[in-house]
């Protein structure tokens, strides 16, 4: 029995191990997935539309100087995604799609963040 244990143990727990990396890995990209669409739509929001903001009428994103500036971030880190400037410009919310390929699992897997930024300015206490 205690031979039968061992030759079954082992295999098994090899095979945990490298199904661990790949689901790690998954994780990994997920992550990295999320950091870039938050730091596409910070970059969207520094797309201030100035005929509203100069004169003092308000402080929204330029919606086609917002979805492009998010779109070269994403350009410059070869990540795929998508932008949408809602609320009147003062939402942007960026999707980003990208790709894991499995190490020891023979499955490439999709991995999907999205991130929304509000633009803020003059905020001085929460919204209830």
Not at 15 to 43: M, Y
Not at 85 to 111: E, L
Request: charged share 15%.
């Amino acid at each position: 029995m205690p031979v039968f244990v061992a030759l079954i143990i082992g295999p098994l727990l090899l095979l945990c191990g490298l199904l661990t990396v790949d689901a790690f890995g998954v994780l990994r990209a997920k992550q990295h997935a999320d950091d870039l669409s938050v730091e596409a739509a910070r970059a969207a929001q520094q797309a201030i539309d100035p005929a509203q903001a100069i004169p003092g009428h308000a402080f929204v994103a330029d919606p086609a100087g917002a979805s492009a500036a998010a779109q070269r971030y994403l350009a410059k880190t070869n990540a795929r995604g998508t932008v949408m400037v809602t609320d009147g410009g003062r939402t942007v919310t960026v999707t980003v799609t990208s790709r894991y390929h499995a190490t020891f699992w023979p499955k490439t897997f999709s991995v999907k963040a999205t991130s929304s930024a509000a633009l803020l300015h003059g905020i001085t206490h929460p919204d209830r």
